[in-house]
């Protein structure tokens, strides 16, 4: 899992104002298709949100640290049902401050 530094942070917060979900976990929870999906659409967008149905905090929690070990993706925030989460693509088109 890749850290990201406080202004880093911000920055994609701003960023990700913007974005809808584009991953949703289910009543089923975190499956292996639910992984699989936040992986293609990270690769695709390098910065992501996916809804979480779950109305458990620390199983949200869990969830995106989950998420974030499996794909190697960095947390950026969650807010309320709303987890959002980055990972550097091999060509990256949002430039990161230092």
Known sequence: MKSLSPAQRQYLKGVAHGLQPVVMIGSQGLTPSVLNEVDRSLSAHELIKIKA?????????????????ATG????????KILVIYRTAERPVIPLPK
């Not at 993706?73 to 309320?80: D, E, H, N, T, W």
């Open 73 to 80: 993706a960095a947390p950026v925030q969650q807010i309320g």
């Open 53 to 69: 149905a779950s109305d458990e905090v620390g199983i949200r929690r869990a969830w995106m640290d989950e998420i974030c070990h």
